[in-house]
């Protein structure tokens, strides 16, 4: 029998994260665990096969908290610094296993190759540098991983073009603001989708949670997930009571078998 997906929430937090450090807001002062967020990640697994899609500053936390034994890749959304300050933190992935597979799209493998210069370095390598295996992701070019067509779905964070991904039945997309209709349309049919959730105010590169309920209504999932929220959208368990049936908040340490 095929192995199902396993969903694991690394973090569900916007760029500052949960608690913010010194904020005397009451959902960072907060006693909630569910209050509490890391930087947005999420594991992926399925049959052996390990993946994260994002790779924050909290990163080396999240693997402690969630072990992950193996890593066979780490596919980036972009190249913003939640999404991506934590790649140093894959070295003891590649002191047991080599290279470690990343996918990006180019504009974001020129970022990390700028900011991690070493990790990238052909020559005069520092001997406890980890190394990365590249692998560019185009639109409307699927992924194969572990028997998997992993589909990239674009859409605008702003000024910038961010990837979602759809592995099988689950679609997992972040820091969208705006996307097209063709690439909504790769995504109908899917069972969860995790989309975000910043906040209850309208934001210029984020959809806020009007714009994200709405989001979830024309994809119509069995079950949708918010993510990449902030203090500001309020305490977990008032906004769990408000959302729609079917529709939740994610939050740090949330498994998901599809």
């Not at 193996?70 to 933190?89: M, P």
């Not at 605008?156 to 997992?172: C, P, S």
């Not at 105010?201 to 079950?223: C, Q, W």
């Amino acid at each position: 029998m095929d192995e199902g997906l396993k969903i694991t929430f690394l973090g569900t937090g916007t760029s500052q994260g949960i608690p913010i450090i010194g904020s005397t807001h009451p959902v960072c002062l907060s006693d909630d665990p569910k209050d509490t967020r890391l930087r947005v990640s999420v594991s992926i697994s399925w049959q052996g096969n390990s993946y994260v899609i994002d790779c924050g500053p909290d990163f080396r936390q999240q693997m402690l908290a969630h072990p992950v034994d193996r890593l066979d890749g780490i596919l980036f959304t972009h190249e913003h610094a939640d999404h991506t300050a934590g790649l140093d933190d894959i070295r003891p992935y590649f002191f047991r296993q080599g290279d470690i597979p990343i996918y990006a799209h180019e504009r974001v493998a020129r970022s990390l190759r700028r900011r991690f210069d070493y990790i990238f370095a052909d020559t005069n390598r520092y001997p406890g540098a980890p190394c990365v295996d590249v692998n560019l992701v185009e639109n409307n070019r699927t992924i194969q991983l572990g028997g998997i067509s992993v589909i990239p779905i674009s859409a605008r964070h702003n000024r910038i073009e961010v990837f979602g991904y759809r592995f099988r039945d689950f679609t997992y997309m972040t820091d969208v603001k705006t996307i097209a209709e063709e690439e909504i349309d790769k995504i109908r049919g899917t069972k969860v989708l995790v989309v975000n959730a910043l906040r209850k105010e309208a934001h210029h590169s984020h959809f806020n949670l009007e714009e994200a309920l709405a989001f979830v209504e024309e994809i119509k999932p069995e079950t949708a997930y918010f993510t990449h929220i902030s203090h500001l959208l309020g305490f977990h368990e008032e906004v769990e009571r408000e959302l729609p049936k079917g529709v939740h908040l994610a939050y740090d340490g949330l498994e998901i078998n599809l």
